[in-house]
Structure formats: structure tokens, C-alpha cells
């Protein structure tokens, strides 16, 4: 069984991850976009998994500071362009676990994924 979490170490729902993972003795290899890189490839598994759509952090700053053309010219191309320049596009944490993806971190999604039988 492989758990990898992608995302930003500084991020706070990714600190809440860690916490959980720590509660729960899951051990998971944590990827940090900004330390161990992203790639276009790597992004595009993602993507084919997840969806754009459902990737973009819209409640974040970054997504936010964008320009309102950039906002209304966002298609899977623009998104997957912008997520690559700035990581902290993408929601997080982006998990994935015995080849499924996930996004985002709520306790009891987790506790559906990783205790339950």
C-alpha cells in the first residue's frame, strides 16, 4: 500500500493532515510541489484523475490575486499552465492511495479511506 500527499509544507490543512496521519500511525511520504518539483506529466495524471476543475484552489490567494481575463480564460490548458508556475493553485492536500486520488483533507473522509474495512 503506497499513500503519497502532495502539496506545501506551510500549507494549514496540510499541517492538519500531518497531525492526523501522526494520530492514526499511517505512515505516507509527503511530496512538497516547491521542494521535490512539479512537472507537467505529474500534473496531467492529476488531472486525468481529478479533473481541472476540481484541482483549482479557489478559495486561495493565489486563484484570488489572479486578473479577472485570466479568471474568465481559464480552460484545462490555462489552469494546467497556471498550477505548474504556481503550485499554490492547487487544492490540498492532492492524495493519492493504492492508485486513487483524492483532494482536499476532512477527517472523516480520511477515516473512510485509510480505517475503514
Known amino acids: ?64 490575486q489572479l486578473t479577472a481575463e485570466q479568471k474568465e480564460q481559464l480552460n484545462r490548458e490555462t489552469a494546467l499552465q497556471l498550477m505548474l508556475e504556481q503550485p499554490a493553485m492547487i487544492k490540498r492536500p492532492l492524495l493519492k492511495h493504492n492508485n486513487n486520488y483524492y483532494l482536499g483533507f476532512k477527517p472523516d473522509q480520511y477515516q473512510a479511506i485509510f480505517l475503514t474495512k
Open 1 to 64: 500500500m503506497t499513500t503519497i500527499a502532495y502539496g506545501i509544507k506551510n500549507c494549514d490543512t496540510i499541517k492538519k493532515m500531518k497531525h492526523w496521519f501522526a494520530a492514526e500511525n499511517i505512515a505516507y511520504q509527503f511530496h512538497d510541489y516547491r521542494v521535490d518539483g512539479l512537472d507537467l506529466a505529474l500534473l496531467e495524471t492529476f488531472e486525468a484523475a481529478l479533473g481541472w476543475e476540481a484541482m483549482v484552489n479557489k478559495r486561495g490567494t493565489t486563484f484570488r
